[in-house]
């Protein structure tokens, strides 16, 4: 990547990711670029079994709404991928997003304008026999620049 242009990794908290990140890393790093970690994250609201955009509460009845625990678990993966790459780099200049959608379009929305977007091939979801993930067959044609998919070691 050239100088300056920020490299982008999605995570999901899976050991995929870890490792993607650590790649990312490590070329963000040789390139003198920033490292943007991103996790995208689905409400109640936003998928297809949520209805007409319309939220259920359940704080109310004392437990936790789901809007809130999904946004809260993107924001914690996002972080704990942030110290794993500082620890790694502590040089580097790292930015945490987590954001409400499809991660393959969420992925490729914080990707405008970045050298190189790093994925691990499979995170938690879909199923174990696929090489490639569908999020990572998605970025193949939406992302609007290159794409590593790291398999797992």
Do not use: K, M
């Amino acid at each position: 990547p050239a100088d300056g242009l920020p490299v982008v990794v999605g995570v999901d908290g899976s050991l995929c990711s870890d490792e993607a990140v650590l790649y990312g890393a490590d070329v963000a790093a040789a390139s003198h670029s920033p490292l943007s970690i991103v996790s995208a994250y689905r409400t109640f609201a936003s998928t297809p079994w949520g209805g007409s955009g319309s939220s259920i509460d359940l704080e109310s009845e004392g437990r936790p709404n789901f809007d809130t625990v999904a946004r809260e678990s993107a924001q914690h993966v996002v972080l704990a991928a942030a110290r794993i790459a500082g620890n790694a780099y502590p040089e580097l200049i790292i930015t945490e997003q987590s954001a409400e959608g499809p991660p393959a379009r969420v992925l490729a929305s914080a990707a405008e304008g970045a050298a190189l977007l790093v994925i691990g091939s499979r995170g938690y979801g879909g199923f174990a026999g696929l090489l490639l993930g569908s999020v990572g067959h998605s970025l193949i044609h939406l992302a609007p620049c290159p794409v590593t998919i790291l398999h797992s070691s």
